[in-house]
């Protein structure tokens, strides 16, 4: 497992831009911008896990079930 510290202040200012809860259209917005900066979906699941105190399970869903890392 990647250590948290991978997660980088630029990271957290897009998913506090971007996230609004229970609004999938954001979420996509959001995955979008992490793909478009070329950020690693495992990064993004441990920020979902840090900052929606959640299940890595729970975010592993969550990013498998985006269309943005598929596009």
Known sequence: MMPLSQIT??????FNKYYKKDDQES??????????R?????LVTMLLVEELNITL???????????????
């Not at 202040?9 to 897009?14: A, P």
């Open 57 to 71: 399970s729970e975010a592993n869903r969550i990013v498998g079930s985006s269309n943005a890392w598929n596009a």
């Open 38 to 42: 070329n950020v690693n979906p495992i």
């Open 9 to 14: 202040d630029e990271m957290r200012s897009i």
């Open 27 to 36: 979420i996509e917005q959001m995955f979008i911008e992490f793909r478009r």
